[in-house]
């Protein structure tokens, strides 16, 4: 193996270890943190915490969905 097909080879391992990090954070943003359920943004408090919950969690944190659901 040459240096140049090294140098691809890192380069591809590189690219989908970020496709997997992209995909893992677009998930992240529509599962609910404490159970793993299909989530929404939520907010508890005027400036205060945010996090992605589902309805049942969010419930039992005291937190309040933001914006509207689509």
Do not use: H
């Not at 989530?39 to 992605?52: N, P």
């Amino acid at each position: 193996m040459t240096m140049d097909d090294r140098n691809k080879e890192s380069q591809e391992t590189s690219e989908r270890f970020y496709d997997l990090i992209r995909e893992a954070e677009a998930k992240s943003y529509e599962t609910c943190e404490c159970c793993g359920q299909p989530g929404r943004l939520a907010r508890r408090g005027g400036r205060g915490w945010y996090k992605t919950l589902c309805p049942a969690c969010s419930v039992k944190m005291n937190f309040e969905f933001v914006g509207s659901e689509e």
